[in-house]
């Protein structure tokens, strides 16, 4: 892997922190707490500033993505300044849920939806300040029903769950309906040795300044295996339909490797 790419990333970071260490430690000076979710503040502030920008740059392939498939009630992992609402068919999707942890995104993120037509004071919008992770409040604002959700969208957010490979397992079996769909559009790890080895090398770094982002996840691998019981008692894929894809044009050396995917939900019974 050539050294540019490598440290390619070193850019990304420096243009965050002109941008968004001056307005962090302001908010730690007015309010001393804030110190305890520095990571999250920082997050929020260089997120507010670039997000825009890295939702232009994979605009065509989320179109593609979410426009034609998603369907029904839709539950957006780490919605952000909800960007990804813009990408739902509004006479397909009858709901859309965003599980945001990060509560300083969250007016950026009701006024995206309100514009999309999604708004909490007709019920087809609810915001969550929880993580994906947390599966009880979710399950609780869809009236504490298994299985309510039709789709489940992501798009960069798997990377910063806590035990992510235990949350998606859980928001698969027990939230997304047989037959549903999760799509997603994230950075996992990259099947290249070189390349995987310098996402590990810089992820510690990484995570400290984006709220626990992990450029090394193998969230991809995570989805693929998950598993289920069918009738008959036997260990099969939780999945009848998967499909992954890359970004057409992407190098293969950027510490920043995408992926996109498709799985809808076995119809068999579930794990409960």
């Given at each position: 892997m050539k050294l540019a790419n490598a440290f390619g990333l070193w850019t990304e970071l420096s243009l965050a922190l002109q941008t968004a260490l001056i307005p962090t430690m302001k908010d730690v000076w007015k309010k001393p707490a804030t110190i305890a979710h520095l990571s999250r503040t920082f997050m929020a502030h260089a997120w507010i500033a670039f997000a825009s920008q890295v939702d232009a740059n994979a605009r065509t392939v989320k179109r593609e993505l979410f426009l034609p498939n998603a369907t029904g009630v839709v539950l957006d992992i780490g919605a952000g300044l909800g960007h990804g609402v813009q990408y739902l068919d509004h006479s397909k999707v009858t709901k859309y849920v965003a599980v945001e942890p990060n509560i300083r995104m969250h007016p950026e993120l009701r006024k995206t939806a309100a514009a999309a037509g999604y708004l909490e004071s007709n019920g087809t919008l609810v915001i969550l300040g929880c993580g994906a992770e947390e599966i009880m409040t979710i399950l609780e604002s869809l009236g504490s029903t298994m299985h309510a959700v039709d789709t489940i969208t992501s798009v960069m957010s798997m990377c910063s769950i806590p035990s992510a490979e235990e949350a998606l397992r859980a928001l698969v079996r027990h939230v997304l309906k047989?037959?549903?769909?999760?799509?997603?559009?994230?950075?996992?790890?990259?099947?290249?040795?070189?390349?995987?080895?310098?996402?590990?090398?810089?992820?510690?770094?990484?995570?400290?300044?984006?709220?626990?982002?992990?450029?090394?996840?193998?969230?991809?691998?995570?989805?693929?295996?998950?598993?289920?019981?069918?009738?008959?008692?036997?260990?099969?894929?939780?999945?009848?339909?998967?499909?992954?894809?890359g970004v057409p044009g992407e190098t293969e050396e950027t510490v920043f490797h995408h992926v996109l995917g498709k799985f809808v939900k076995r119809e068999s019974r579930m794990i409960s």
């Amino acid at each position: 892997m050539k050294l540019a790419n490598a440290f390619g990333l070193w850019t990304e970071l420096s243009l965050a922190l002109q941008t968004a260490l001056i307005p962090t430690m302001k908010d730690v000076w007015k309010k001393p707490a804030t110190i305890a979710h520095l990571s999250r503040t920082f997050m929020a502030h260089a997120w507010i500033a670039f997000a825009s920008q890295v939702d232009a740059n994979a605009r065509t392939v989320k179109r593609e993505l979410f426009l034609p498939n998603a369907t029904g009630v839709v539950l957006d992992i780490g919605a952000g300044l909800g960007h990804g609402v813009q990408y739902l068919d509004h006479s397909k999707v009858t709901k859309y849920v965003a599980v945001e942890p990060n509560i300083r995104m969250h007016p950026e993120l009701r006024k995206t939806a309100a514009a999309a037509g999604y708004l909490e004071s007709n019920g087809t919008l609810v915001i969550l300040g929880c993580g994906a992770e947390e599966i009880m409040t979710i399950l609780e604002s869809l009236g504490s029903t298994m299985h309510a959700v039709d789709t489940i969208t992501s798009v960069m957010s798997m990377c910063s769950i806590p035990s992510a490979e235990e949350a998606l397992r859980a928001l698969v079996r027990h939230v997304l309906k047989p037959g549903g769909q999760l799509l997603f559009y994230e950075h996992v790890l990259s099947p290249r040795k070189d390349v995987a080895w310098w996402q590990r090398f810089w992820a510690p770094m990484w995570q400290i300044f984006y709220d626990g982002c992990r450029l090394d996840c193998p969230t991809d691998i995570w989805i693929g295996n998950l598993v289920d019981s069918d009738d008959n008692g036997e260990t099969v894929s939780i999945w009848s339909e998967r499909k992954l894809w890359g970004v057409p044009g992407e190098t293969e050396e950027t510490v920043f490797h995408h992926v996109l995917g498709k799985f809808v939900k076995r119809e068999s019974r579930m794990i409960s």
